[in-house]
């Protein structure tokens, strides 16, 4: 499967951003276990949320909770990451990627990753 993130760009503080994870290839994205991961600069890949293939099930990191929320459209081969309340932390490359395995809350249970998208969060 090919993953394709976008939405992301710049935003102020407090505002909002909705990411979203379009899939291609012979296999459908309902078929996988989908995540967003994010990476500041000059820090490790950090795991955000995680939605299982049904849609039913979601993980978040604590530092998230609340204000952001995973979801999936099936039909449409897509997961989305909505994200409210943005502070400058948030502020980073955001990956999507697809796992065979729930849960996942990990990028060693993840075997592929799309390009990432640019979100960054002005004060």
């Known amino acids: 499967v090919q993953l394709q993130a976008s939405g992301g760009g710049s935003v102020r503080a407090g505002g909002s951003l909705r990411l979203s994870c379009a899939s291609s290839?012979?296999?459908?994205?309902?078929?996988?276990?989908v995540g967003w991961f994010r990476q500041a600069p000059g820090k490790a890949r950090e795991f955000v949320a995680a939605v299982n293939r049904r849609g039913d099930s979601t993980d978040y990191v604590d530092s998230v909770k609340d204000r952001f929320t995973i979801s999936r459209d099936n039909a449409k081969n897509t997961v989305y990451l909505q994200m409210l309340t943005l502070s400058s932390e948030d502020t980073g490359v955001y990956y999507c990627?697809?796992?065979?395995?729930?849960?996942?809350?990990?990028?060693?249970?993840?075997?592929?990753w799309g390009q990432g998208t640019q979100v960054t969060v002005s004060s």
């Open positions: 990627a697809a796992a065979l395995s729930w849960p996942a809350g990990q990028a060693v249970f993840y075997g592929y």
């Open positions: 290839g012979r296999r459908q994205l309902s078929s996988y276990v």
